[in-house]
T-cell receptor, first 115, second 115 residues
Framework: AQSVTQPDIHITVSEGASLELRCNYS??????LFWYVQSPGQGLQLLLK??????LVQGIKGFEAEFKRSQSSFNLRKPSVHWSDAAEYFC?????????????FGAGTRLAVHP | GAVVSQHPSWVICKSGTSVKIECRSL??????MFWYRQFPKQSLMLMAT?????????EQGVEKDKFLINHASLTLSTLTVTSAHPEDSSFYIC???????????FGDGTRLSIL
């Protein structure tokens, strides 16, 4: 069955420190992978996506993610975190189920940033 | 680009009433729209997928007579929570996309509180 695992429920980093959020997926075919960010009480904003090609994907707000097929992972990284990055981050895989496409989300990782 | 507007952002109503939530794609045509429910500090749960001009496809366990979805045009989908009860209180988020395996763009969500 398709699934997405985000092993870290909460992560706290200091402002200016580097960040890596982990994401592992289970999907039988070539996955379409996404990272979204959600601020409190708001919808989700797309950070970046991987469909094919270069396995290192650049996104908005200085984020990047690397697709590693051998590890079934799509970890999100940022070299220097800003206080405004504090939010909930969701990894998602696009799947084909019942004849149509839909997203399966991970449980999310809540990021806190210390000044 | 790719802006999705959701209205209202917050609604409080009495138990037994019906509530309609609108989801509009403002600058693109959405062949498919999705409705999610999110409980506090949890991930998004897909409720249903709606394609313009056809009946919505509901996920297992979602009552189609309780959550009525209409997707009458390429820019508008509505979710009506019928005879709402306190257990229906939640954060409802819609998303829209232009085609298969394209990213979903999310609205800002509707917080529904049933007294």
């Amino acid at each position: 069955a398709q699934s997405v695992t985000q092993p870290d429920i909460h992560i706290t980093v200091s402002e200016g420190a580097s960040l890596e959020l982990r994401c592992n997926y289970s999907y039988g075919a070539t996955p379409y992978l996404f990272w979204y960010v959600q601020s409190p009480g708001q919808g989700l904003q797309l950070l970046l996506k991987y469909f094919s090609g270069d396995t290192l994907v650049q996104g908005i707000k200085g984020f990047e993610a690397e697709f590693k097929r051998s590890q079934s992972s799509f970890n999100l990284r940022k070299p220097s975190v800003h206080w405004s990055d504090a939010a909930e981050y969701f990894c998602a895989v696009g799947t084909l189920s019942g004849g149509y496409n839909k997203l399966i989300f991970g449980a999310g990782t809540r990021l806190a940033v210390h000044p | 680009g790719a802006v999705v507007s959701q209205h209202p952002s917050w609604v409080i109503c009495k138990s037994g009433t019906s509530v309609k939530i609108e989801c509009r794609s403002l600058d693109f045509q959405a062949t498919t729209m999705f409705w999610y429910r999110q409980f506090p500090k949890q991930s998004l749960m897909l409720m249903a997928t709606s394609n313009e001009g056809s009946k919505a496809t509901y996920e297992q366990g979602v009552e189609k007579d309780k959550f009525l979805i209409n997707h009458a045009s390429l820019t508008l989908s509505t979710l009506t929570v019928t005879s709402a009860h306190p257990e229906d209180s939640s954060f409802y988020i819609c998303s829209a996309r232009t085609g298969d395996n394209q990213p979903q763009h999310f609205g800002d969500g509707t917080r529904l509180s049933i007294l």
